[in-house]
């Protein structure tokens, strides 16, 4: 079975540009869950996915956001990009619960 | 906030068995105690989980105390490729009812030296 795929897997940005990032979770996995990664907060949760609904949401400003397709596939956006954005961005999906996650490889945003 | 507590480092001998503690003292009766590992610029690795029986596979043993407060992560045989950030997370299980989130600590950094 295929595993967690993100693309891109890097990205370079500037300040004030928009980015999407996308996911596409494990064959038959219906939720998707995004976390930011950097040096100084480790990771933290963004939000998850469940059959197109966003049923959970950490605590990032409205510029965050995403959606879930019905094939499962889930994007993430951000507008108005900072230099505090530069992170490391996970994907993971998961059959059976939140709890037990695949995680992608990740996309490397760098804003400059 | 992350509702575990680890020790930020821990070094271990290749071949020897590694131990990682972990200390959950406000985990509730439905909450499942969950491992991973992130290796150097990878994604996060899911290892093993219980709720309140020993649990061991391919990877590890889960070994949880009986009034389930603590835990320990043992990697058997310890390997130079075992060198990573192990996380120790409380989730609740449960998938069509669930709001819960999984929320990272800061881990243990297990260094295996030859």
């Known amino acids: 079975k295929a595993g967690v795929t993100q693309t891109p897997r890097y990205l370079i940005k500037t300040r004030g540009q928009q980015v999407t990032l996308s996911c596409s979770p494990i064959?038959?996995?219906?939720?998707v869950s995004w976390y930011q990664q950097t040096p100084g907060q480790g990771l933290q949760f963004l939000f998850e996915?469940?059959?197109?609904?966003?049923?959970n949401k950490g605590n990032f400003p409205g510029r965050f956001s995403g959606r879930q397709f019905s094939n499962s596939r889930s994007e993430m956006n951000v507008s108005t990009l900072e230099l505090g954005d530069s992170a490391l961005y996970l994907c993971a999906s998961s059959l059976e619960s939140p709890g037990e996650q695949y995680f992608g490889p990740g996309t490397r945003l760098t804003v400059t | 906030d992350a509702k575990t507590t680890q020790p930020p480092s821990m070094d271990c001998a290749e071949g020897r068995a590694a131990n990682l503690p972990c200390n959950h003292s406000?985990?509730?009766?439905?909450?499942?105690v969950y491992w991973y590992r992130q290796i150097h610029s990878q994604g996060p690795q899911y290892i093993i989980h219980?709720?309140?029986n020993n649990e061991t596979n391919e990877m590890a043993s889960l070994i949880i105390t009986e009034d389930r407060k603590s835990s320990t992560l043992i990697l058997p045989h310890a390997t130079l490729r075992d060198t990573a950030v192990y996380y120790c997370i409380v989730s609740l299980r449960h998938l069509f009812y669930n709001t819960d989130k999984l929320i990272f600590g800061t881990g243990t950094r297990l260094q295996v030296f030859p």
């Open positions: 219980g709720l309140k």
């Open positions: 996915y469940f059959s197109e609904t966003q049923r």
């Open positions: 064959s038959g996995h219906r939720s």
């Open positions: 406000t985990i509730s009766g439905n909450e499942y």
